[in-house]
């Protein structure tokens, strides 16, 4: 089915019936400096990005960051990791849909995949949920602990009774996919606005209006509300209803795995996802104690207790003596209430969710922005990616 061009887009929202909060117009307006375009999408992180690069080719995109730097909070602290066999349905659905970009990416983007698999290693008390995570799974196949000690040669002897593999897992280059995306933008004429954080968003003859810090008026008839950590706050500047979002603050460190080359290990975790290392760049180890405590939307920092957890629990499985930690950081990830996604329409005209992406937000991320670049063009979405619209719907939290 072909899209609609933009104009059709804008009649199709103009004669939109649901109710959206009356919006208070502020009253120098006319003396604001406003700029037109077809789609506002407020946050260039990676899922402000994706949904800008995909509607560049159809609609002229603004897209609104608050910070200096585009993806200054969760999209730049995340070291990302392809792994099918994470998430719920709508995260399974919309990685195994953004696999062929990853392997095979159009022109810009370089090199995004490289292999690394993934290990679930259980000691006696985990050892029922690994095999509830291999009859569930898709590709993750049980693995002798003899082949996992070759793999990994620390591996304590007696901490786990049997693990499981997920082989064609890979690292995803995450700065070279986000800078990949926001170039797309820029060549399909699409405006990328630093420092400009949206203090008022009002709806008002059809369009969206968003005033920036800067003092510039984006107008639009359709806003992507892909703010991360900051939806809800977006949300109710807008008048929209908002759908629940918690932000939850992860943390990581870096340590030097001593005596072992580390470059070529698996990512390894446990299987109830209390602890996690992976390889980084130099031949050193990031761990982390898999953690969600609840944040209010903020520049996360990490925090000591937690950073001492993650090792505690590495010590307990790998025999790596940690002497010193490198570096330590947090990032914010924000879930919806039911952990699913939200990308689609809400019963505001015009209005779009592109949050909740949890942990899965990088890995999803080409799909997710075609998905819903669909939905905003009003087009019928690819099949591969349709099949995560009823889960994604963030209209389910209202109903």
Same mark, same amino acid.
């Given at each position: 089915?072909?899209? !609609?061009?933009?104009?059709?887009? *804008? *009649?199709?929202?103009?004669?939109?019936?649901?109710?959206?909060?009356?919006?208070?117009?502020?009253?120098?307006?006319?003396?604001?400096?406003? #700029?037109?375009?077809?789609?506002?999408?407020?946050?260039?992180?990676?899922?402000?990005?994706?949904?800008?690069?995909? +509607?560049?080719?159809?609609?002229?995109?603004?897209?609104?960051?608050?910070?200096?730097?585009?993806?200054?909070? /969760?999209?730049? *602290?995340?070291?990302?990791?392809?792994?099918?066999?994470?998430?719920?349905?709508?995260?399974?659905?919309?990685? $195994?849909? %953004?696999?062929? =970009?990853?392997?095979?990416?159009?022109?810009? =983007? $370089?090199?995004?995949?490289?292999?690394?698999?993934?290990?679930?290693? /259980? !000691?006696?008390?985990?050892?029922?949920?690994?095999?509830?995570?291999?009859?569930?799974? @898709?590709?993750?196949?049980?693995?002798?602990?003899?082949?996992?000690? &070759?793999?990994?040669?620390? +591996?304590?002897?007696?901490?786990?009774? #049997?693990?499981?593999?997920?082989?064609?897992?890979?690292?995803?280059?995450?700065?070279? +996919?986000?800078?990949?995306?926001?170039?797309?933008?820029?060549?399909?004429?699409?405006?990328?606005?630093?420092?400009?954080?949206?203090?008022?968003?009002?709806?008002?003859?059809?369009?969206?209006?968003?005033? %920036? %810090?800067?003092?510039?008026?984006? #107008?639009?008839?359709?806003?992507?509300?892909?703010?991360?950590?900051?939806?809800?706050?977006?949300?109710?500047?807008?008048?929209?209803?908002?759908?629940?979002?918690?932000?939850?603050?992860?943390?990581?460190?870096?340590?030097?795995?001593?005596?072992?080359?580390?470059?070529?290990?698996?990512?390894?975790?446990?299987?109830?996802? #209390?602890?996690?290392?992976?390889?980084?760049?130099?031949?050193?180890?990031?761990?982390?104690?898999?953690?969600?405590?609840?944040?209010?939307?903020?520049?996360?920092?990490?925090? @000591?207790?937690?950073?001492?957890?993650?090792?505690?629990?590495?010590?307990?499985?790998?025999?790596?003596?940690?002497?010193?930690?490198?570096?330590?950081?947090?990032?914010?990830? %924000?879930?919806? !209430?039911?952990?699913? +996604?939200?990308?689609?329409?809400? @019963?505001?005209?015009?209005?779009?969710?592109?949050? $909740?992406? $949890?942990?899965?937000?990088?890995?999803?991320?080409?799909? /997710?922005?075609?998905?819903?670049?669909?939905?905003?063009?009003?087009?019928? !979405?690819?099949?591969?990616?349709?099949?995560?619209?009823?889960?994604? &719907?963030?209209?389910?939290?209202?109903?």
């Amino acid at each position: 089915m072909a899209a !609609p061009d933009a104009a059709g887009t *804008r *009649r199709a929202l103009v004669r939109a019936s649901h109710h959206v909060a009356p919006a208070r117009v502020p009253r120098d307006l006319r003396r604001m400096e406003t #700029s037109q375009s077809d789609v506002i999408v407020i946050g260039a992180g990676m899922a402000g990005a994706t949904t800008a690069a995909h +509607l560049a080719p159809t609609h002229k995109v603004a897209l609104l960051e608050a910070e200096e730097s585009a993806g200054y909070h /969760a999209t730049g *602290r995340s070291a990302a990791i392809w792994i099918l066999n994470y998430g719920g349905a709508d995260a399974r659905i919309l990685t $195994g849909a %953004s696999r062929r =970009f990853f392997e095979a990416p159009p022109e810009g =983007f $370089g090199e995004l995949a490289h292999q690394r698999a993934v290990l679930f290693i /259980a !000691p006696p008390e985990q050892a029922g949920h690994l095999e509830a995570m291999i009859a569930a799974g @898709e590709g993750l196949v049980p693995i002798p602990l003899a082949e996992v000690r &070759d793999m990994v040669p620390a +591996l304590r002897e007696g901490y786990a009774v #049997s693990a499981a593999i997920e082989r064609d897992a890979f690292d995803i280059d995450v700065a070279s +996919l986000h800078q990949g995306f926001l170039r797309q933008v820029k060549q399909g004429g699409g405006v990328l606005a630093l420092r400009h954080r949206a203090g008022r968003i009002w709806f008002a003859n059809g369009r969206w209006h968003a005033e %920036s %810090s800067g003092g510039t008026v984006h #107008s639009a008839p359709a806003l992507v509300n892909a703010a991360g950590a900051w939806g809800d706050e977006v949300a109710r500047i807008a008048g929209v209803r908002p759908i629940g979002l918690q932000p939850k603050r992860r943390t990581a460190c870096i340590v030097d795995p001593g005596p072992y080359d580390s470059k070529d290990w698996p990512l390894i975790g446990d299987a109830d996802h #209390s602890w996690y290392v992976r390889p980084e760049a130099r031949r050193k180890l990031m761990v982390s104690p898999a953690d969600e405590t609840d944040s209010e939307p903020t520049d996360a920092q990490p925090d @000591e207790y937690d950073v001492a957890v993650a090792v505690d629990r590495m010590q307990q499985a790998l025999s790596i003596e940690v002497t010193r930690i490198e570096h330590r950081w947090a990032g914010l990830r %924000s879930f919806t !209430p039911d952990r699913g +996604l939200a990308i689609g329409p809400c @019963e505001a005209p015009g209005f779009f969710w592109m949050c $909740g992406q $949890g942990g899965y937000g990088i890995q999803t991320a080409p799909a /997710a922005g075609r998905l819903l670049a669909s939905l905003v063009r009003g087009a019928t !979405p690819d099949e591969d990616v349709a099949r995560a619209i009823p889960l994604t &719907d963030p209209r389910r939290f209202h109903a």
